[in-house]
């Protein structure tokens, strides 16, 4: 009877010893294994055997993406603003090793690099530039907190401000003075829409000038170039008169001499002074003329 009271006891104490050599980690965590208090291994997640007695389970590690919230911060800006800061820092275990014996409280150490970083981001910032440029403290502290954390095997994943608040007068402060920036911008945009206005009616008004000037130049210049074929014209038939005296054609001459005469009939007649015009006309005259025309054309039509 006492012997199978022994042997109970033993398969007891085996069965014990086996079942606490047979761990089973669960997803998302790794486990530490120590030996006589020395860390030897790190265990995934899954089912795995260890030497009871000899080894022991160190610390039980969650290598998921973790959030951190870190406490609203008081911060001095460079401009000497009084502002509170929240933030939030996600972090992830990428050594646990390093996790577990690096140092002895992982959160709070994370937590206080976040805050002295957050401070000093901050602190050197003024307020419009810090209220504008979020996304710029968060990249300098996601960089200042990842590589302080490094010996630690952790990585930094995320940091993001929640907010920067602000006292209820410097707010209202704030409000007047983007209110006063709006009506100076609106001031200035009406001032320089104004001024583009009349830079505009003066450039047409110039160019409208130079197109006037172009027109007088080109009108001049077409006129002169009416006076200059008239003037070849009045040449050439003075030439053509002047060699039919030459050669005694006494019927181009009566031509040349009836059509200036009608001229000179059509002058005085088109003239505004002339109400009433008497003059004394010799009928034979006129008709010599007329006549010596005829016959030029006539002799035109011959030759033809």
């Known amino acids: 009877m006492m012997f199978e009271s022994v042997l109970i006891l033993l398969v007891a104490v085996a069965a014990a010893l086996v079942y606490s050599g047979v761990k089973i980690v669960p997803q998302g965590q790794n486990w530490t294994v120590e030996r006589f208090g020395r860390y030897t291994t790190t265990l995934p997640s899954g089912l795995h055997f260890i030497i009871p007695i000899v080894d022991r389970i160190g610390r039980k590690l969650s ?31 990428v050594e646990p090793q390093k996790a577990a014996y690096q140092i002895d409280n ?80 609106a001031i200035v945009t009406e001032a320089e829409g104004k001024k583009r206005s009349e830079i505009l009616l003066a450039e047409g008004e110039k160019e409208a000038e130079i197109l006037r000037a172009q027109g007088e130049r080109e009108a001049a210049f077409l006129e002169a170039e009416a006076r200059e074929r008239r003037a ?10 002047s060699k039919a005296i030459k050669e005694g054609d ?55």
Request: charged share 25%; aromatic share 4%; proline share 2%.
């Open 106 to 185: 992982l959160e709070l150490g994370i937590q206080n690099l976040t805050i002295t970083n957050l401070r000093s981001v901050l602190g050197g910032m003024e307020l419009d530039h810090m209220l504008s440029n979020r996304q710029e403290i968060n990249s300098k502290l996601l960089a200042e907190v990842d590589m302080a954390t490094q010996p630690w095997g952790v990585k930094i994943t995320r940091v993001e401000i929640r907010d920067l608040m602000m006292s209820d007068e410097l707010q209202e402060a704030m409000n007047l003075q983007m209110t006063a920036e709006r009506k100076r911008r």
């Open 250 to 304: 006494i019927a181009a001459i009566q031509y040349f001499l009836g059509t200036e005469y009608i001229k000179a009939l059509e002058g005085i007649g088109a003239s505004e002074n002339s109400k009433l015009v008497l003059m004394p006309l010799e009928a034979s005259g006129v008709a010599g003329s007329i006549a010596g025309i005829a016959q030029v054309l006539q002799q035109n039509l011959d030759k033809k």
């Open 232 to 241: 070849e014209a009045e040449a050439k038939s003075t030439e053509v008169v």
């Open 63 to 93: 290598v998921m993406e973790s959030v951190l919230d870190v406490p609203p911060q008081n911060v001095i800006s460079k401009d000497n603003v009084s502002i509170v800061a929240d933030c939030v820092t996600f972090y992830q275990i």
